[in-house]
């Protein structure tokens, strides 16, 4: 999955496979602050933009793909 | 109201009495009643500001959930602008004022601001930001509007959390007030545990070490080094007791009525950095500054990468100083808290790699102590009141290697000369006493672990405790240090 390559590169890991359940707590190095760096790959990656109230809902890796397919397919 | 005070001894029982005996549709008019008559033992006038704000919420809750999406921005707009103009004149003006006059007396120019005769209103930097999460929770979607006007003050003004806190979120609190409270053994108990448990650390732990240490901070050009040093530790101590002593009498006093409001600490000293000693220490503030300043900032400047981060975090961490008080010292304060965040943020990786070379016990030992220290020698700015103040006090601390060096009996004399021996060990054994229970709760919930014990033991520990309270207990109506915020 791209979303994974994008997670192994941002946090510098080889070994991070992510679900949809997966969350901040699954993921060493993810945390309050590395949050947004981690969106902004996220963007870049994609070519798209999220919208600051779609940021602060995302609970999971399942919130982001979902909010990343709408994006990208418009 | 203080709640080290003979009034609240009588207040309490008789609001929670008569809320037990009131049918459930009349409780919320009965503890609105009570709200508005503890926060007028103060200055009576001032409960305008807080009608004020309240009307201007309620309003703006509502009008947010029902308006489209380019106008609910402007009504959160319209709601933060009251709350924080509020919070500027009473709070900020005087300090603007006086900071705009020296600077324009250095620049040549003459003084044109006058200053105002203004008292802070107790509690105002509290429920206004309580108030203000209403507003931005609705605007998130993450809660309803509360269209009961009476239950929507209720939120703000509840009395045990009115004046220093838990700083309190709509989807935590704002429902419990719609539910109908069966009076319950276990939360009457427990509140009441609570309640014994922050009083004793206010009128015995925190009072006692800030009688012992006042004079020293009131005067340190009269103290040896070796005093000052003393003093500065104990301060933290008196400042955890006071504060987290007045968030547990105000989560009792909500748990005795079945109201269950957030945790406001949570063993701070065992945080091994500053970044983890901000989940522990005064968590409702932190969490407010984290989900409403730190995570949009950093969201809207997230293409600035590491430097959204470092931004956000010297941005969140001096206007948190700024909440704390209108001085240069918090401002100052809060300023090094984000240097040392910023700190530990690009050092992780480099910290975990070094410490991790140790044997675990060492880590932790290292980096609790590490961080106590940081936190001890910060809390300066808190007592001090002036940066001179603070900077003079800093000066002093190494003069204690040249006093212990020179002659130990000497310095030890000098020491017992200026702080009374007796008030300085029983402090001692008072700050083993509170460590030896933060260590125990860190296995289990203090509660749970008091609640297991027969009940000679329950009731023992009990009534020494409410003894100590009234044998050690200083009742010269010290004020809680965080009502000046």
Request: with cysteine.
């Amino acid at each position: 999955m791209q979303l994974n390559n994008v997670f192994r590169k941002c946090f510098k890991r080889q070994d991070i496979t992510v679900s949809p359940e997966t969350s901040a707590a699954d993921v060493t190095g993810w945390d309050s602050l590395t949050h947004m760096i981690l969106i902004n790959d996220i963007e870049r990656h994609f070519s798209i933009k999220f919208k600051l109230m779609e940021i602060m809902k995302f609970n999971n890796v399942g919130d982001m793909l979902a909010c990343i397919k709408k994006k990208v397919n418009t | 109201m203080l709640f080290n005070s003979f009034q609240f001894l009588l207040f309490f029982p008789v609001v929670t009495i008569i809320y037990f005996l009131l049918p459930h549709k009349f409780r919320w008019i009965h503890l609105l009643t009570a709200s508005c008559v503890f926060y007028m033992m103060y200055i009576p006038v001032y409960i305008l500001i807080l009608f004020f704000t309240i009307i201007i919420d309620y309003l703006a809750g509502i009008l947010i959930e029902n308006a489209d999406e380019e106008r609910k921005f402007r009504f959160l707009i319209m709601s933060v602008i009251a709350n924080v103009g509020v919070l500027c004149f009473f709070k900020y003006y005087n300090f603007f004022a006086a900071n705009v006059d020296l600077l324009l007396h250095k620049t040549g120019g003459t003084a044109n601001l006058p200053l105002l005769n203004i008292l802070l209103p107790i509690g105002l930097s509290f429920h206004t930001f309580q108030a203000m999460s209403y507003t931005i929770e609705v605007y998130r979607g993450n809660q309803k509007a509360e269209r009961h006007f009476g239950i929507y003050a209720l939120y703000v003004m509840f009395y045990p959390q009115l004046v220093a806190g838990p700083i309190e979120r709509p989807q935590n609190l704002l429902h419990q007030f719609h539910e109908k409270k069966k009076i319950d053994y276990d939360n009457v108990v427990a509140g009441l545990r609570k309640i014994l448990w922050g009083l004793f650390k206010k009128a015995v732990i925190a009072d006692r070490i800030g009688a012992l240490i006042d004079p020293v901070f009131d005067n340190p050009h009269n103290y040896s080094s070796l005093a000052i040093n003393v003093a500065v530790f104990l301060f933290i101590f008196q400042l955890y007791c006071d504060f987290s002593g007045y968030s547990d009498i105000a989560i009792g006093t909500a748990r005795v009525m079945g109201f269950k409001l957030m945790t406001n600490f949570n063993r701070p000293f065992s945080s091994k950095s500053i970044t983890e000693f901000w989940r522990r220490w005064h968590i409702s503030l932190s969490t407010w500054f984290y989900d409403y300043v730190f995570n949009p900032l950093v969201a809207i400047l997230r293409s600035w990468r590491k430097w959204a981060i470092v931004f956000g975090l010297l941005l969140t961490f001096f206007l948190s100083g700024l909440w704390h008080g209108a001085s240069w010292s918090f401002i100052l304060w809060g300023t090094i808290y984000g240097a040392a965040l910023v700190y530990e943020f690009f050092t992780q990786a480099v910290r975990r790699r070094l410490f991790g070379m140790l044997p675990l016990w060492l880590n932790h030992a290292l980096s609790k102590v590490i961080t106590f220290t940081f936190i001890a020698l910060t809390s300066v700015f808190f007592r001090a009141k002036t940066v001179t103040g603070a900077f003079y006090i800093y000066k002093r601390l190494p003069g204690i290697f040249s006093e212990l060096s020179t002659s130990k009996s000497a310095a030890r004399s000098r020491l017992f000369g200026d702080l009374d021996k007796g008030a300085l060990l029983t402090c001692f054994l008072l700050i083993l006493l509170l460590e030896l229970t933060h260590h125990k709760e860190g296995k289990e919930p203090l509660d749970m672990f008091v609640g297991r014990q027969p009940r000679a033991v329950r009731l023992g520990v009990y009534f020494a405790m409410a003894f100590s309270i009234y044998l050690f207990g200083v009742f010269t109506q010290r004020q809680f240090i965080y009502f000046q915020f």
